[in-house]
């Protein structure tokens, strides 16, 4: 028997406006809300809404039918400030006892890479978001963008979380297939399961591609991948953006009556079904352990960090975003902590981003800048300003590095860590 894992990330930063050198120590209005509320909007209108309304219609008609979602809270507040419909539309998917809500960072953020404290913090406070909207306690985690290693894995263990999520990448897995339920290594007993690459870019990113030599991607050609794994594996792991329904691939493409038509042609084998990542990890055996030293991610070509951490610029902001947390929390200021913590999401180094390859279009899909240094003297102006504000409160100069001046088309000189020198704010 072989079933499907179908887990959806859902995720919309707060992006900021263009906060220029004139704004610092006068303006803190740092996040663009017209340009939120629009994108929220969009999406919600051409994505989550519909999308929602079909998975519902398949959770009625098939009761075999069943999802697994992670919401970034930062995503959830704009749902509710923005679009409170769609909030809702989740809610009820909710209610049907068939749709799953993982735990990930409040803020989509890479926060364990940096701060362990804080990571835990986002963590817990996601969960009781959770718990709040959905009536769920999630027991599995999913960490930004399938960024992954067994320090990562032990640490989860150790929160009390039995499951975790990653790429399936075939260097980790080597012969293994991704379409088992395997073992963190240095863990007790925390399951992994992997995404099957293939067969969810094939959904994700291939299926309105004309110069695919599959294309058009039918369904009935599509099961019949699927049912190839009969025998030869007992999970597959279908992950990817919720977007990629209705905005990523547009709906006349036929995307969503390939959502509508699949559940029907893959149940016709009597031995296949859909399970949630919790039944998943549940109703399969452990069959392998899976050891991940380096960090694994689900972005790019390389599956690496380096979608956000590949250059100097995003290494010295996020590097000065993170020196400047501790001073930002002893104020005891929230708003000012909130918006710190808001400059933690993932995204914002993501638009740094100066590696264009075949996934270039996923790099600057809702990115608001003209450029990877335009995101980046908007973002250390904004962390200038609140560097300011912490000083000011706390009455004691900071170890900061501001910015000033615009950048040339070379990246900005942020030396490595072990040579970069500090100056006080």
């Known amino acids: 028997m072989v079933a499907i894992c179908f887990y959806f990330q859902v995720h919309q930063p707060y992006r900021l406006r263009n906060y220029s050198v004139f704004d610092i120590g006068r303006k803190t209005d740092y996040f663009d809300d017209n340009k939120n509320r629009e994108v929220l909007r969009k999406v919600g209108r051409k994505c989550y809404l519909p999308t929602n309304n079909v998975?519902?219609?398949?959770?009625?008609?098939?009761?075999?039918?069943?999802?697994?979602?992670?919401?970034?809270?930062?995503?959830?507040?704009?749902?509710?400030?923005?679009?409170?419909?769609?909030?809702?539309?989740?809610k009820t998917l909710a209610a049907t006892g068939r749709v799953e809500f993982l735990a990930e960072t409040y803020y989509h953020s890479l926060?364990?890479?940096?701060?362990?404290?804080?990571?835990?913090?986002?963590?817990?406070?996601?969960?009781?978001?959770?718990?709040?909207?959905?009536?769920?306690?999630?027991?599995?985690?999913?960490?930004?963008?399938?960024?992954?290693?067994?320090?990562?894995?032990?640490?989860?263990?150790?929160?009390?979380?039995?499951?975790?999520?990653?790429?399936?990448?075939?260097?980790?897995?080597?012969?293994?297939?991704?379409?088992?339920v395997y073992k963190s290594k240095?863990?007790?007993?925390?399951?992994?399961?992997?995404?099957?690459?293939?067969?969810?870019?094939?959904?994700?990113?291939?299926?309105?591609?004309?110069?695919?030599?599959?294309?058009?991607?039918?369904?009935?050609?599509?099961?019949?991948?699927?049912?190839?794994?009969?025998?030869?594996?007992?999970?597959?792991?279908?992950?990817?953006?919720?977007?990629?329904?209705?905005?990523?691939?547009?709906?006349?493409?036929?995307?969503?009556?390939?959502?509508?038509?699949?559940?029907?042609?893959?149940?016709?084998?009597?031995?296949?079904?859909?399970?949630?990542?919790?039944?998943?990890?549940?109703?399969?055996p452990v069959r392998d352990e899976v050891d991940m030293h380096h960090y694994v991610s689900w972005a790019d070509l390389e599956r690496d960090l380096s979608a956000w951490l590949g250059n100097s610029m995003q290494q010295?902001?996020?590097?000065?975003?993170?020196?400047?947390?501790?001073?930002?929390?002893?104020?005891?200021?929230?708003?000012?902590?909130?918006?710190w913590r808001r400059l933690t999401t993932s995204d914002h180094f993501y638009y740094m981003c100066t590696k264009w390859f075949a996934d270039g279009d996923v790099h600057k899909y809702f990115n608001p800048y003209d450029s990877p240094y335009e995101a980046y003297i908007a973002?250390?102006?904004?962390?200038?300003?609140?560097?300011?504000?912490?000083?000011?409160?706390?009455?004691?100069?900071?170890?900061?590095?501001p910015v000033t001046a615009q950048p040339s088309t070379h990246v900005l000189p942020y030396m490595d860590k072990e040579t970069s020198r500090e100056q006080t704010l």
Not at 381 to 398: C, E, G, M, T, Y
């Open 111 to 180: 926060s364990f890479l940096y701060d362990k404290e804080e990571f835990e913090s986002q963590v817990t406070k996601h969960t009781e978001l959770i718990q709040e909207l959905f009536g769920q306690t999630p027991k599995v985690f999913r960490n930004t963008e399938l960024i992954y290693n067994n320090e990562l894995a032990n640490h989860v263990e150790g929160m009390g979380f039995n499951a975790i999520l990653s790429e399936g990448w075939d260097p980790v897995l080597g012969w293994r297939s991704p379409n088992f």
């Open 316 to 339: 010295g902001a996020i590097r000065e975003l993170y020196k400047l947390g501790e001073a930002v929390k002893e104020t005891g200021d929230e708003e000012l902590t909130e918006r």
């Open 186 to 284: 240095t863990t007790n007993n925390l399951k992994l399961l992997m995404k099957n690459y293939k067969l969810s870019d094939d959904v994700a990113f291939r299926f309105s591609n004309k110069s695919w030599n599959e294309w058009p991607l039918t369904v009935e050609k599509y099961v019949d991948w699927l049912n190839s794994n009969n025998g030869n594996g007992e999970v597959i792991n279908l992950f990817m953006d919720y977007e990629t329904f209705g905005e990523h691939q547009w709906e006349d493409t036929g995307i969503f009556d390939f959502l509508r038509a699949l559940p029907h042609e893959f149940l016709k084998h009597p031995d296949n079904s859909f399970v949630t990542v919790s039944e998943a990890v549940t109703n399969f």
């Open 379 to 401: 973002f250390m102006n904004v962390l200038n300003d609140i560097a300011i504000r912490a000083k000011v409160k706390l009455s004691r100069d900071l170890t900061f590095r």
């Open 55 to 90: 998975l519902l219609d398949l959770i009625k008609h098939h009761p075999e039918f069943k999802a697994t979602f992670c919401i970034s809270g930062v995503c959830l507040e704009q749902m509710r400030d923005y679009m409170p419909e769609v909030l809702e539309s989740f």
